[in-house]
């Protein structure tokens, strides 16, 4: 309804949607929820999943209803009030920097943008000649930075224990833990730690659910469950002794996939919130929510300038499919930070999709010693990881998935090159453009399905001779920025940003394109934590209506197959259970033609096998003749998720 939005946007974001009602899903959590926008997702074209999926991204941006404000938004009154609290505390810090830390933790997704703000803070603070004060935890070190290790943000005695080895020594520690559906154990761990600390530490929660809406089961190895410290941190933000910022927006394009909205909008939240601490710091002045507004309207400007080429990332979308299907490989190949969203893009189609982790990778290319500029006892660390030759033989020496240099990409992916691989470059016309070119020109003797994603800034033109070399060229224009030195980063965020959104966009369209996704649920996840657990027995229920206890047998078949289900291993910890789940593949759509069928495991895998996608064998069985099903599968969800 027009005149209902408090605040002009650069974008038009729609008005507040079904899911909003309360009766809307009501058992499952904001960030599990299916977004009615995406209910048809599996039947859509590439050209519709690109404006789908645009839409979804843009409801980060929607205010909340002025007539049934049912969530706090990122534009609500309370969610701007606690920003400025939490960015006057970042100010204490930098004001004061001796013994002083700002502490960003996450599992999976979450820790890969811990890192990559941590990264940019640095580099930021380094440039105005300070000591950097930012430091990344990521649950399972390092390497789940560059590979898919999902099941470490499962313990809380584990956050604990990397947290106070990063804080030894400091007197006054900020730490920013985020779990996009309130949820991580690595997490809340951490923050019940601070809140038992707080002559050291001030814990900072960021999430996109409410606190009610909170994981409730217990942990294995922590008395409290994340609903409980989220509720514990909200009587203790009286105080500003703790602080939880939880704005919802909205549930994601692909059900559950908090890589795509979530990590968006973590780091818009979190990058506009840092920034404006550092912009309002250097000239004397407090933190406002003026400041944080203008930093906002810039990342809505990023959705406007990103998806106005939906037209041409629906067309790499499809070269991607094509390359899928006819088992090629997709390399991105990055420059500079756009080199770690590559690699998060690829890592992350591991688990969301079962891929294989050669299906869809991300290389960093061109000096990024710059990069890794964390305090001196850090460093060493990082660059054990990060440097060409420490991250490279460093980890190839634990398997080929941890490799993700210039040197590995030329070594190791140039040679095996086919004609069915697909290549997209991603780079920034402020990069080195002979270096591209040089890496373009040796690609396209194997193969020529190359493609740019290029960010230029007004008055930028791509060289003719490296122009040439692509046949399609994904070109977004930045308009020129006259901003202090610490604003010159809002264009790196921006870029940052759109080249998120795209890539998130093409890889999930590319594996909708190929039947892996029904409606809009991950059908064929790889169940690599307890939250991909309960998420695969909610959608066992959704889908074939059953009770809980039916599914959950199921499941356990399905997940221990060939070993016939003993009372003991029924029994057994979900950390068991995953510990075997995650080395397999198709656990869930087995599990679900076994309930649909009413058939025996190997029964179910020979239904699988004769049919063209995992979608297509569950839809032949839910519409095949003789099925019966509840009228509303979701009913049957509460259960799952208590």
Not at 73 to 94: C, N, P
Not at 482 to 503: C, D, V
Request: proline content about 4%; charged content about 20%; glycine content about 6%.
């Amino acid at each position: 309804m027009p005149g209902t939005k408090r605040f002009q946007h650069v974008i038009e974001t729609p008005e507040p949607g079904q899911w909003e009602l309360s009766g809307y899903e009501a058992a499952v959590p904001i960030t599990e929820k299916s977004n009615p926008l995406t209910r048809d997702l599996d039947k859509a074209d590439a050209e519709k999943i690109v404006q789908l999926l645009g839409q979804c991204d843009a409801e980060i941006f929607q205010e909340e209803g002025q007539a049934m404000p049912t969530y706090q938004r990122l534009y609500s009154e309370s969610v701007l009030t606690t920003m400025v609290q939490v960015a006057e505390k970042v100010q204490d810090i930098l004001k004061e920097p001796e013994e002083g830390l700002v502490v960003l933790s996450g599992g999976g997704t979450s820790g890969r943008m811990a890192f990559l703000m941590s990264v940019s803070f640095n580099q930021l603070m380094k440039g105005l000649g300070q000591k950097p004060l930012y430091t990344y935890l990521i649950a399972g070190g390092d390497r789940s930075v560059v590979a898919s290790r999902e099941r470490t943000e499962d313990s809380a005695l584990h956050g604990i224990e990397e947290l106070k080895k990063v804080a030894a020594g400091k007197k006054r520690v900020i730490v920013i833990g985020i779990s996009v559906g309130l949820s991580a154990p690595f997490v809340a761990g951490q923050m019940d730690y601070c809140m038992d600390n707080t002559d050291v530490f001030l814990p900072v929660l960021v999430g996109f659910n409410p606190v009610s809406m909170a994981r409730n089961d217990p942990i294995e190895d922590w008395s409290s469950t994340f609903r409980q410290v989220a509720e514990r941190m909200q009587k203790m933000q009286e105080k500003q002794e703790a602080f939880v910022l939880n704005p919802a927006v909205g549930p994601e394009g692909l059900s559950g996939s908090s890589r795509m909205k979530g990590g968006s909008a973590t780091k818009i939240l979190l990058e506009t919130l840092l920034l404006a601490a550092h912009k309002t710091v250097d000239r004397g002045i407090a933190a406002s929510q003026r400041c944080l507004l203008e930093i906002l309207r810039t990342f809505e400007r990023a959705h406007q300038v990103t998806y106005s080429q939906s037209s041409k990332i629906a067309t790499l979308m499809k070269q991607v499919s094509t390359s899928l299907e006819k088992k090629g490989r997709v390399h991105l190949v990055g420059w500079q930070t756009l080199g770690i969203i590559a690699i998060m893009d690829g890592v992350e189609c591991i688990h969301t999709f079962g891929a294989d982790f050669r299906d869809v990778r991300g290389f960093l290319i061109g000096d990024h010693s710059d990069m890794f500029n964390q305090k001196a006892e850090l460093t060493n660390q990082v660059r054990r990881v990060f440097s060409w030759e420490g991250l490279s033989n460093h980890l190839l020496l634990q398997g080929p998935q941890f490799s993700f240099s210039q040197e590995d990409f030329l070594t190791s992916i140039l040679p095996s090159l086919t004609e069915v691989d697909t290549v997209l470059f991603i780079f920034t016309l402020d990069d080195n453009l002979k270096e591209v070119q040089t890496l373009v020109e040796q690609v396209k003797e194997k193969t020529t399905n190359i493609q740019a994603l290029a960010h230029s800034t007004v008055g930028q033109s791509l060289p003719t001779a490296l122009k040439k070399l692509f046949p399609s060229i994904i070109s977004i224009m930045w308009p020129l920025l006259f901003f202090e030195y610490e604003g010159n980063f809002i264009q790196k965020f921006q870029r940052e940003l759109s080249t998120k959104w795209i890539l998130n966009t093409v890889s999930t369209g590319a594996h909708v394109l190929l039947g892996k996704i029904l409606q809009n649920h991950m059908l064929d996840l790889r169940i690599g934590n307890s939250k991909l657990f309960w998420r695969a027995l909610a959608m066992l229920q959704r889908f074939s209506g059953q009770s809980k206890a039916r599914c959950i047998e199921s499941l356990l078949q399905s997940i221990h197959f060939p070993q016939p289900l003993s009372d003991e291993i029924r029994a057994a910890p979900i950390s068991c259970h995953i510990q075997i789940a995650q080395e397999k593949e198709q656990v869930i759509p087995i599990a679900l033609l076994s309930l649909l069928f009413r058939c025996s495991i190997p029964e179910a895998q020979a239904h699988l096998a004769a049919a063209p996608s995992v979608c297509e064998a569950v839809r032949s069985a839910l519409t095949g003749p003789g099925r019966k099903r509840s009228a509303d599968p979701l009913e049957t969800l509460q259960p799952a998720l208590e």
